[in-house]
């Protein structure tokens, strides 16, 4: 028993130290930045302020975190919607392609994201690969002007996740039995129903982190909706951005990432308490 | 059990979506024009130039060794870290576990610039140490919450009987929970790989003189537009890639007869 | 899992390999040697011009980048002034640079090509005795049009407000250019401090949010050039590039007054190998070498005795007009009006949406 703990401790210790030095440490500096003044020209005065917290009370500010909130539930739901199945899948092949699977799926991720926007850039464009696909089966009768709308943002955002819902749901679903399905099909119970009442129970967890995996950076995400959306939606990443270089004000960039910090782990709260998912204590 | 025809047919058809900007990478990677969405006919001028820029193709191995070493540190930390909570439950372990997945939580900018002021502080040198230390940072949320989700629900009994049996701890470790958990694991290491391998604005932030990375090279030519030469440089690494894994594949199967 | 981790070795190893690393330094006598660290945005100088540098003197350079002027400022503070040999920046973010004291003075004396420095780009506001900096390159925001895709004939910032241009209009993401152009159609400075006066141009700016087709600051000539638009704000090197793509677009110097972008390089005031630096600065500043340096770069050419070395066809596109030279540069303004221009920005981000 002694001996037990002591190495639990040792499978402990990494994630401590480290967590600690590198990760509460810079995170601590931040919630401190966000109670000064900035200085003149660079940097902070050391003066106790609550005005950065304030200053987020405006609706202009309010309004970018609605935004934000907003195309990262779309996002994640989608996400969820497209990822779910795949992983699921993806868990069901042979051990064989299993592998070439996961390795398919990744290797368009290896490639830079900017490179990747470019390319839907190039399917979305006015008259581009997608546009005159459509009209070359008369299924539209002139371009779309598809890019820097909306649903070309979601797009970029669904496609930039999706890795992280499909590799979840797949390492959770894969040490699922399927005989334990099939089982309850023989013993009667329909397709779905077996699904539902065993498969699906059991990769909740995967579904859980997948949607945990997506949601978390979706809310700071703006690159995307900067590119594939011409900038036309403010998103509280872009303010926290544009508030460090051109606006040199660290303190209020501080706050809005506390902010959207809290925000996040608040939404996640309850989404796990709506779920009844309690067993993945600890997983934000 | 067999898997139905139409699993494979969603599975495909998703993957092949992923694949179209990819595909457009590839194919305007030949193009003449220095105008990403202007097709101007097929050169090899990209490559050519890709071939004479050292500070690419540094920047390139910087990146490989940076994803790497954040890969390998992430995968001790977060493994080790989710092993450790899943066998005892505590206020302490999920406030650690909660913290540890924050720096995937704020944009990178906000998080750059603490790095470099903590880092700063703590006289710790800017170059490969810091950039390793501060992927590791965003490449452990990864792999912790993977395996964590992939331990739950598990099977203790599998690895009490193998104690029980007499085998030592490091033993079971090895034969019995890696074997169980590998998968999670590896997903983990694909996400956290891409996500080094791709990141600028951190890097930017906690890098030093004498080691850039590919991302901030390409980022950064805001003053004079980015050239297709990445596209060139993509295409290249798809094929490598591709290369690779078709001789990992052959010699696998070679093995197996 | 281990045959995978393998894989990603091997790959790594693949490439190490196939791309060739190697980092030679050699040293001969009679040469500086050692290294320099040049810090600015990636593509401001041609390979060929880096590699002369490096043969004719020995010193190898690592050139590494930032994107934002505020990130190059973040840096040196934490590095006081150290760590890097040659920063090259824009004109505002200097002035800072220089009221922090992370610049060094330099010693013209050292530079026996300084002389060919164009007086027209220096002693400006960031560096107005010329004690700290050179130029290197400069830029005006212009407008480009395809006559082919409208009928409005644009002579100045305010026909982008034209109702005929709805949807289709490219801008560049710099609020203090863009807010800018509002300020320019009422008569007023890029400058200007009197709250009232911005707030009254963000009102104009608002209006100008239906046109809004896109804002991006990055390969912005890419819109027009495809035709995914009629007309684009952009920055001199992107008017450069789109001109070169296709030479049926038309150009504007807008008549509401020219907005003007100085880029200039300095010494860190701790550089660890600043011989070095002054080495390149001379380098770089040889007419031949210089002329080369802006026909890559494009961005109007800082040297005057580089200008009878730019081929025929570049010169009216890098060689600024006779004239022109009266665009007035945007400079740092007090807190408030800087947070009213961040403001009107979001505002007018999200109305165009």
């Given at each position: 028993m002694m001996k037990n703990r002591k190495s639990n401790w040792a499978l402990l210790a990494p994630m401590y130290v480290f967590t600690i030095l590198f990760v509460a440490l810079p995170i601590l500096y931040m919630f401190l930045l966000s109670f000064l003044t900035r200085a003149e020209v660079w940097g902070v005065d050391f003066t106790f302020t609550l005005d950065n917290y304030k200053r987020i009370g405006e609706p202009l500010y309010l309004n970018t975190f609605v935004e934000s909130l907003k195309l990262?539930?779309?996002?994640?739901?989608?996400?969820?919607?497209?990822?779910?199945?795949?992983?699921?899948?993806?868990?069901?092949?042979?051990?064989?392609?299993?592998?070439?699977?996961?390795?398919?799926?990744?290797?368009?991720?290896?490639?830079?994201?900017?490179?990747?926007?470019?390319?839907?850039?190039?399917?979305?464009?006015?008259?581009?690969?997608?546009?005159?696909l459509l009209m070359g089966l008369h299924i539209t009768e002139e371009p779309l002007k598809l890019l820097y709308t909306y649903p070309a943002v979601v797009v970029g955002m669904v496609y930039s996740l999706l890795p992280f819902m499909i590799l979840s749901v797949y390492s959770s679903a894969e040490k699922l039995d399927f005989t334990l399905a099939e089982a309850a099909r023989d013993l009667g119970a329909s397709s779905f129903k077996a699904f539902w009442t065993v498969s699906f129970k059991l990769t909740l967890p995967g579904l859980l982190s997948g949607v945990i995996l997506s949601f978390i950076p979706s809310m700071g995400l703006f690159f995307i909706a900067d590119i594939l959306g011409g900038n036309k939606i403010v998103l509280v990443g872009s303010v926290i951005q544009e508030q460090l270089t051109k606006g040199r004000n660290q303190p209020f960039a501080a706050a809005l990432s506390a902010v959207l910090m809290v925000l996040t782990t608040l939404m996640i709260r309850i989404y796990r308490k709506v779920t009844g998912t309690s067993e993945l204590e600890g997983l934000v | 059990?067999?898997?139905?025809?139409?699993?494979?047919?969603?599975?495909?058809?998703?993957?092949?979506?992923?694949?179209?900007?990819?595909?457009?990478?590839?194919?305007?990677?030949?193009?003449?024009?220095?105008?990403?969405?202007?097709?101007?006919?097929?050169s090899l001028k990209w490559y050519a130039e890709l071939f004479q820029d050292r500070d690419l193709r540094e920047a390139l191995i910087n990146s490989l060794i940076l994803a790497v070493l954040s890969c390998f540190f992430a995968v001790i930390i977060g493994t080790s870290g989710a092993l450790g909570m899943y066998k005892k439950k505590s206020r302490l372990n999920d406030a650690v576990g909660y913290i540890s997945m924050l720096p995937i939580m704020i944009p990178e900018i906000i998080l750059g610039?603490?790095?470099?002021?903590?880092?700063?502080?703590?006289?710790?040198?800017?170059?490969?140490?810091?950039?390793?230390?501060?992927?590791?940072?965003?490449?452990?949320?990864?792999?912790?919450?993977?395996?964590?989700?992939?331990?739950?629900?598990?099977?203790?009994?599998?690895?009490?009987?193998?104690?029980?049996?007499?085998?030592?701890?490091?033993?079971?470790?090895?034969?019995?929970?890696?074997?169980?958990?590998?998968?999670?694991?590896?997903?983990?290491?694909?996400?956290?790989?891409?996500?080094?391998?791709?990141?600028?604005?951190?890097?930017?932030?906690?890098?030093?003189?004498?080691?850039?990375?590919?991302?901030?090279?390409?980022?950064?030519?805001?003053?004079?537009?980015?050239?297709?030469?990445?596209?060139?440089?993509?295409?290249?690494?798809?094929?490598?890639?591709?290369?690779?894994?078709?001789?990992?594949?052959?010699?696998?199967?070679?093995?197996?007869k | 899992m281990k045959k995978c981790m393998t894989l990603l070795l091997c790959l790594s190893l693949a490439?190490?390999?196939?791309?060739?690393?190697?980092?030679?330094?050699?040293?001969?006598?009679?040469?500086?040697?050692?290294?320099?660290?040049?810090?600015?945005?990636?593509?401001?100088?041609?390979?060929?011009?880096?590699?002369?540098?490096?043969?004719?003197?020995?010193?190898?350079?690592?050139?590494?980048?930032?994107?934002?002027?505020?990130?190059?400022?973040?840096?040196?503070?934490?590095?006081?002034?150290?760590?890097?040999?040659?920063?090259?920046?824009?004109?505002?973010?200097?002035?800072?640079?220089?009221?922090?004291?992370?610049?060094?003075?330099?010693?013209?004396?050292?530079?026996?090509?300084?002389?060919?420095?164009?007086?027209?780009?220096?002693?400006?506001?960031?560096?107005?005795?010329?004690?700290?900096?050179?130029p290197y390159g400069a830029g005006i925001p212009l407008i480009v049009y395809d006559p082919a895709l409208t009928d409005v004939e644009i002579t100045g910032y305010e026909d982008l407000w034209n109702p005929a241009l709805e949807d289709n209009v490219a801008i560049t993401a710099n609020y203090r250019v863009i807010n800018g152009i509002a300020l320019k159609t009422m008569g007023e400075s890029f400058n200007t401090e009197d709250l009232s006066v911005i707030q009254a141009a963000g009102d104009k700016l608002l209006e100008l949010a239906p046109n809004i087709r896109v804002i991006n600051d990055s390969n912005t000539q890419d819109y027009v050039v495809s035709g995914e638009v009629a007309a684009a704000f952009l920055y001199t090197s992107q008017v450069y590039t789109a001109l070169n793509a296709r030479d049926d677009l038309e150009v504007v110097y807008p008549s509401e007054g020219l907005g003007f972008g100085i880029m200039a390089g300095f010494i860190p005031s701790d550089a660890p190998n600043a011989e070095a630096a002054y080495a390149f600065i001379d380098y770089i500043n040889r007419p031949e070498n210089a002329a080369k340096c802006f026909e890559y770069i494009g961005y109007y050419c800082t040297n005057k005795a580089a200008e009878e070395f730019i081929s025929e066809e570049m010169k009216e596109m890098i060689v600024l007009p006779e004239g022109v030279a009266e665009g007035e540069i945007i400079q740092n303004i007090s807190q408030d009006a800087e947070d009213l221009h961040a403001e009107i920005w979001n505002q007018f981000k999200s109305a165009c949406d």
């Open positions: 990262a539930f779309l996002s994640t739901l989608l996400v969820m919607l497209i990822g779910y199945p795949y992983g699921y899948f993806m868990a069901r092949m042979s051990a064989v392609w299993k592998k070439r699977m996961l390795l398919l799926i990744m290797i368009p991720f290896w490639t830079s994201a900017l490179i990747r926007l470019y390319g839907w850039i190039i399917v979305f464009r006015t008259n581009g690969v997608l546009d005159k | 059990m067999k898997t139905k025809k139409w699993c494979f047919v969603y599975v495909g058809v998703i993957t092949a979506i992923t694949y179209i900007p990819i595909l457009v990478t590839v194919v305007y990677s030949f193009n003449e024009s220095k105008i990403s969405s202007v097709w101007e006919g097929f610039m603490v790095f470099l002021s903590v880092f700063s502080l703590m006289g710790l040198p800017f170059g490969m140490v810091t950039l390793v230390i501060a992927h590791t940072t965003f490449c452990v949320p990864y792999v912790y919450s993977m395996v964590k989700a992939r331990l739950v629900g598990m099977d203790k009994s599998l690895e009490e009987a193998a104690l029980d049996l007499g085998a030592s701890g490091v033993r079971v470790f090895f034969d019995v929970t890696l074997p169980l958990i590998a998968p999670a694991i590896w997903s983990g290491v694909m996400l956290a790989f891409a996500m080094s391998f791709d990141d600028v604005v951190i890097s930017i932030f906690v890098t030093g003189p004498r080691v850039n990375t590919l991302p901030v090279k390409i980022y950064t030519k805001l003053k004079t537009g980015v050239t297709p030469e990445i596209n060139a440089l993509a295409t290249l690494m798809l094929a490598i890639t591709i290369l690779l894994l078709i001789g990992a594949h052959l010699i696998g199967k070679k093995k197996n | 490439v190490a390999a196939l791309t060739g690393c190697g980092s030679e330094t050699e040293k001969q006598e009679g040469k500086i040697g050692g290294e320099m660290n040049l810090y600015t945005w990636d593509g401001m100088f041609p390979q060929e011009v880096l590699s002369g540098f490096e043969e004719e003197t020995g010193v190898r350079i690592n050139y590494s980048n930032f994107d934002y002027d505020e990130d190059m400022l973040a840096k040196l503070e934490e590095t006081q002034g150290g760590d890097y040999d040659f920063v090259i920046a824009d004109d505002y973010i200097i002035e800072l640079v220089i009221a922090e004291g992370l610049a060094q003075k330099l010693d013209t004396a050292k530079l026996e090509n300084y002389n060919n420095l164009n007086p027209v780009f220096m002693s400006q506001f960031y560096d107005p005795d010329n004690e700290y900096t050179v």
